[in-house]
């Protein structure tokens, strides 16, 4: 521990590439803050939103040294008392620890956990480690996060700060932007400060900090070089810092008078932080080496404990003299917690430490973590502690590991598991450790890591079950990070060689293989879809189960490769096990494919039931990674039922928990929503990049959701010669079923209409083709008597239209009702039927209104005007002056359900609803809830 820091230094600079990061936090300006008038002011205006009553959120970013932290500084002094504040610095050598940001922000004010619904309650204790652990669901952690600050801020408005934010664990920092996100009227003022934005603060509002303009830039140079200054030597310390505060402070500190008289103070090659991290490095380097170990023990320990800090400097030998030399040389900040004076000390004292002297530090807390209190944060500092492999320290972070998954923290379990596969001695044990990482990190959305991890075990004697798990790793990987044609056929080889040693995650594989060949489609590789289902039905051929999933899995290999009539039978009692035999949360992905086959059959209240049952248990159970595709099954279901409202609340949800999981989960449910509403535009933007990410992507299913939603607008718009351009394009396809098959009525109304029989023909037959087996649906029926209507003449047709309104009126499909009694009006107007067209055009449009589909609406409205009836404008509604989130809880309140029920569905507070709620009163003129089935009518 005796080397000299100039050493230090020198390791610092030789190793500079090496520890390259993407720019450390600003400093401070001297004395008061110069050039930051506009940013100070966007701020303080934030902290009296929340004097008054109101929320919000601000996210501040700029790069090294550029001021975040003196900004940071001057609105807490500038708050004032009546505004409590909350402060967190996160650090870089607790990236990997599951919640350990959210402990330095929220810990300390757990005394208030009581007052917390028990779910909220337990998801913070067991994510801070009270109790013991257990599955997590983030968006509760993110309820209970709100929650606590929200008692804090009862008395006095509160301001938070969270300080290098880009140093929060995953987990910590999808909840902060969660609850950053989500803020109403609870007195909140939240300040997130970091280099460059993370995606999940992306959508938040935004303050970049720039370097100082010329003036203010040379009144820092004066004020830190008192004295005459040569003009060009300025000018180009000026030039070359960009204005950075920082620079222009600490820099010119370091150079010798010959070196500021010559002007190439700043000529360095090295990267601005890093000289600005020597620049500090200097200033320290005068003091006693056992000051300086204490500095590096404070920046290996984060949390600032007192108590920790003492325990550890006593095994090494540290008195408090070390103590003051530190705070007298500014370096520390000693009050409830030990604190740099500016989070770029800590960074700077941690890098340039020698590999020795780290795990000297590291070891020291390791001795003094309560293991019983705190193992994970022991077990990390005993793995920085340790040079050679050492079973025991392995095993702690396998075990750290677990704990790590079951709190939600997937990134700090692949941490975990990645060092505790470097530490093992044994060959099998860091084989299975890697693996476990690689699948870990693949699970925390980075497969591009999980691939690495897996590359290093290739000199590895693996076992053969080892073998099948690497190649299934790769093949996920690989697919999530290319949508490669090979994935299907790779995941296939691995699905094979699992088979003999386990069949579960076997049969997982397998799904996956013929979901990715499907979902490739006419992108993918030529008879990749054949080959997998064939392999499915070669390994089940002796099964008898009839577990839903096992059933729906050969169901589905047999509709890819035999045909409906050879699948439906077993795709059929897949459906009824769905139905009868909810699955555990293990197994609540397969209820997916029951869902989406439920629409293959054309069974609407399957569709229904299922799609409503997935959403209800995933949500119960927490179980994220289903929610989403849980819940876009349900938006399908919404939007047939003609409550696009509701259909648009499920795509936020779906956009709410991806944000939280940072799933990378494509999101089609808006262009459809979109479609049915007649926004052209919008869809027209959405298809666009729906086809430019499928073919980067290689995803046939994204180009059949573009054309399916621009053949839908485009019909309503009455545009048919567009409509059928886009929805041509699947009548080769129609075998795969789903939204492919449905495109074939929108290429039936628009050949129709443009004068192409033969094309409306061929469509009309691929439909007949795909729903005659599927036997007795009243919806398929009614379905096929649309298309065929548009297709007949005189008693005919007529005689379809009234099957079709009448088939999809018992099957409560009202958005297909109304567009039937639309094209049957428009028929009868074609005939000059003038007052049996205005029956059904009037319900049509009444029909097609009360859905939202205003494109449809609209052209009902312009037949009817064709008929000579005046058509009253619908009348201006009130609810249009709503926002999305006013009209989520205002439809929910109306529906019945308590302020703590819409704040679960919608995860906000009880507290914001209520906000909420009394602005819906406001803007719709009411003032009781009772009032909002009125003002909100419900759609038919």
């Known amino acids: 521990m005796e080397r000299p820091w100039k050493d230090a230094r020198e390791h ?244 010798s008078p010959a070196e500021l008289a010559g002007g190439f103070a700043l000529a360095s090659s090295l990267p601005l932080e890093s000289r600005i991290e020597l620049s500090l490095l200097a200033r320290l380097e005068s003091l006693p080496a056992s000051t300086r170990t204490l500095l590096l023990l404070a920046a290996a320990d984060p949390t600032g404990d007192t108590g920790l800090l003492w325990r550890a400097g006593a095994v090494l030998g540290l008195d408090p003299e070390d103590l003051d030399a530190a705070q007298q040389a500014d370096a520390l900040v000693v009050g409830a917690r030990v604190t740099f004076r500016h989070p770029l000390i800590r960074s700077a004292v941690y890098r340039a430490a020698t590999p020795e002297d780290r795990r000297s530090v590291h070891a020291a807390l390791a001795d003094v973590t309560y293991a019983d209190r705190d193992p994970d944060r022991r077990a990390w500092h005993r793995a920085a502690a340790t040079l050679r492999p050492e079973e025991g320290v392995a095993r702690d972070l396998e075990q750290s590991a677990g704990r790590a998954r079951a709190r939600g923290g997937v990134a700090a379990a692949a941490a975990f598991l990645e060092r505790s596969a470097e530490l093992s001695p044994e060959p099998g044990s860091r084989a299975d450790r890697l693996i476990a990482a690689a699948g870990a990190k693949h699970d925390a959305g980075a497969p591009d890591t999980a691939l690495r991890l897996l590359d290093s075990a290739r000199d590895l004697p693996l076992t053969p079950l080892q073998e099948a798990l690497v190649g299934r790793l790769r093949a996920r990987a690989g697919y999530a990070l290319r949508r490669d044609r090979s994935a299907p056929l790779q995941l296939l080889r691995a699905a094979q060689a699992l088979e003999p040693h386990d069949r579960a995650l076997a049969r997982d594989t397998y799904m996956e293989a013929l979901s990715a060949a499907v979902y490739a489609g006419r992108l993918g590789e030529p008879g990749a879809v054949e080959q997998v289902a064939d392999a499915i039905l070669a390994a089940t051929a002796d099964d008898r189960s009839e577990r839903a999933q096992d059933l729906i899995l050969r169901g589905q290999a047999l509709l890819s490769t035999r045909g409906q009539e050879s699948a439906l039978p077993i795709v059929r009692r897949a459906v009824r096990a769905f139905l009868g035999h909810p699955p555990d949360a293990l197994e609540l992905h397969w209820m997916w494919f029951g869902g989406r086959a439920a629409q293959d059959i054309w069974d609407a209240e399957a569709l229904r039931t299922l799609a409503e049952r997935q959403v209800r248990l995933a949500r119960a159970g927490g179980v994220l990674t289903v929610l989403p595709m849980a819940l876009s099954l349900l938006m399908v279901a919404r939007t047939f039922d003609g409550h696009l409202d509701e259909a648009e609340a499920i795509c936020d949800d779906i956009d709410t ?149 009448d088939g999809f009126d018992r099957v409560r499909v009202p958005m297909l009702k109304g567009r039937a009694q639309l094209v049957y009006g428009e028929m009868l107007r074609r005939q000059n039927r003038r007052v049996d067209a205005r029956v059904q055009l009037r319900a049509a449009y009444a029909v097609l209104s009360s859905c939202g589909m205003e494109g449809f609406a609209d052209r009902a409205a312009r037949e009817l005007r064709a008929t000579g009836e005046t058509v009253h404008a619908r009348s201006s509604d009130r609810s249009d002056d709503l926002t999305d989130q006013e009209g989520n809880v205002a439809r929910l309140a109306r529906d019945g359900l308590t302020n703590r029920e819409i704040g679960a569905r919608l995860f906000l507070s009880a507290h914001t609803v209520e906000w909420h709620l009394r602005k819906v009163f406001v803007k719709l003129g009411i003032r009781s809830r009772t009032e909002l089935r009125t003002a909100l009518p419900e759609a038919d």
């Open 12 to 255: 610092l600079d030789a190793d500079v590439d090496a520890q390259r990061v993407s720019g450390p936090p600003a400093g401070r300006s001297a004395g008061s803050l110069l050039g930051r008038d506009r940013e100070l002011t966007r701020l303080l205006t934030l902290v009296d939103r929340a004097r008054e009553g109101g929320s919000g959120a601000l996210v501040v970013s700029g790069g090294a040294g550029v001021g975040k932290t003196a900004l940071l500084d001057r609105v807490v002094d500038l708050a004032g008392s009546g505004v409590r504040v909350e402060r967190m610095v996160a650090s870089e050598s607790e990236m990997e620890l599951p919640y350990a940001g959210l402990q330095l922000l929220c810990g300390h004010l757990m005394s208030e956990v009581d007052h917390l619904p028990g779910p909220q309650r337990e998801a913070l204790e067991t994510a801070f480690g009270l109790r013991g652990a257990s599955a997590l669901n983030p968006l509760v952690v993110g309820l209970g996060v709100r929650g606590l600050l929200t008692r804090a801020a009862a008395d006095r408005a509160l301001l938070c700060v969270v300080d290098d934010a880009q140093w929060l664990d995953d987990v910590s920092a999808r909840a902060v932007a969660s609850v950053a996100r989500r803020l109403g009227s609870e007195g909140i003022a939240v300040v997130v400060s970091m280099r460059t934005v993370d995606e999940q603060f992306a959508d938040l509002p935004q303050l970049a900090l720039q370097g100082l303009g010329y003036a203010d830039a040379r009144e820092v140079l004066r004020l830190g070089l008192p004295g005459v200054l040569d003009r060009r030597v300025r000018d180009q310390l000026i030039t070359e810092s960009g204005g950075n505060p920082l620079a222009l402070r600490e820099l010119p500190g370091t150079l």
């Open 657 to 805: 928990i991806l944000s939280v999981t940072g799933q990378p989960l494509p999101q089609y449910g808006r262009v459809f929503v979109a479609a049915y509403r007649g926004q052209v535009e919008e869809v027209e933007r959405g298809a666009a990049r729906l086809r430019a990410d499928a073919y980067a992507r290689g995803e046939g299913y994204a180009l059949t959701v573009a054309n399916l939603a621009e053949a839908l607008v485009y019909n309503g718009a009455g545009r048919y010669r567009e409509a059928l351009v886009a929805a041509r394009e699947e009548l080769p396809y129609s075998h795969e079923l789903g939204h492919a098959m449905r495109t074939l009525l929108e290429v039936v109304e628009a050949a129709a209409r443009t004068g192409e029989r033969a094309v409306a023909e061929e469509a009309f037959e691929r439909l007949v083709s795909v729903t005659e087996p599927v036997g007795d649906s009243e919806w398929a029926r009614a379905f096929v008597a649309l298309a065929e209507a548009q297709l007949r003449d005189g008693d005919e047709a007529e005689s379809l239209y009234r099957e079709a309104i």
